[in-house]
């Protein structure tokens, strides 16, 4: 991997408990149900927030666009008519769910300035994104910035990460990796446990179905592990998506991008040692 492709994954490891902690916070939760979502679980809060940039978005655009869910599991949690809160007030209700969670988090480093550095800097990295082709990340990019920096710097995390997103499902398209096929070969490589990838939505069926034509591929061995060749084409997954990510980090100059990751650090820190986060996911960060 080149420098500037380590680096472009050094920010997303960085970046992306910054946005995910969102997802598992309690003060989200509790926004969630003054909508009239159900908090039992959090996957009706979750398509909620994740898909409201969107607008009004069905299960059949939701699955397209997120990818790695089942679709039957889309279904279950993404209405086909209407829905539990309309996409502006929930985008609302967003906000002030980030609010209050980045100040439970953060305490009084939201109000640092090298909170608002950090805001600034990965602000200008987001505003440099081609979000052309990548809905997720488009629709992200096209929501009023807000003015307080903690605000801004999830804004903006979830910018990026959105766009990095987009060009990992292009690169699984061009890989000849359907959804259920793309966290098979995903787990054939260690990226997390075949169960962590169970949230997804897939039956064993679905699941063993998706083993057997990667293995007719050439891509895993009989035990559900990797080929040589299946190592090489997830290699090459994760080579083009870092490479599709690269261009809002162009926008900063190498100094500035060292200061970012020295900023981040401590948020970083503090996200990780919240407790909210669970130690396995399915994107598998420091594995591949």
């Given at each position: 991997m080149t420098d500037e492709l380590g680096h472009v994954r050094q920010m997303w490891h960085l970046l992306e408990p910054l946005h995910a902690v969102f997802y598992y916070a309690p003060e989200v939760f509790e926004e969630a149900a003054a909508l009239g979502y159900a908090t039992d679980e959090r996957w009706p809060s979750y398509f909620a927030w994740r898909?409201?940039?969107?607008?009004?978005?069905?299960?059949?655009r939701v699955a397209g666009t997120f990818y790695s869910f089942s679709p039957a599991m889309v279904r279950t949690y993404v209405p086909a008519g209407p829905p539990v809160a309309p996409a502006q007030v929930v985008l609302g209700a967003r906000t002030r769910a980030v609010d209050r969670a980045y100040r439970a988090l953060f305490g009084d480093l939201?109000?640092?300035p090298?909170?608002?550095e950090a805001a600034a800097l990965t602000r200008r990295a987001a505003r440099a994104a081609d979000v052309t082709d990548r809905?997720?990340?488009?629709?992200n990019a096209a929501l009023p910035w807000p003015k307080a920096p903690h605000l801004t710097l999830w804004q903006a995390a979830t910018v990026l990460r959105e766009h990095r997103g987009d060009g990992h499902v292009a690169a699984l398209v061009a890989a000849g990796l359907d959804p259920v096929e793309s966290l098979v070969s995903f787990a054939a490589v260690g990226a997390a446990r075949p169960e962590v990838f169970g949230s997804r939505g897939w039956s064993a069926d679905e699941w063993e179905a998706a083993r057997r034509r990667l293995t007719d591929r050439g891509l895993l061995e009989a035990d559900g592990t990797a080929t040589d060749?299946?190592?090489a084409?997830?290699?090459?997954?994760?080579r083009r998506t870092d490479e599709a990510a690269s261009g809002p980090w162009r926008a900063l100059a190498a100094e500035e991008r060292e200061r970012l990751v020295e900023l981040l650090g401590p948020l970083w820190v503090a996200a990780i040692g919240s407790g909210l986060l669970p130690a396995e996911t399915t994107l598998g960060i420091g594995k591949v």
């Open positions: 898909a409201a940039p969107l607008g009004q978005a069905g299960p059949d939201v109000h640092g090298e909170f608002a809905p997720l990340a488009e629709a060749a299946g190592r084409l997830r290699a090459e997954v994760e």
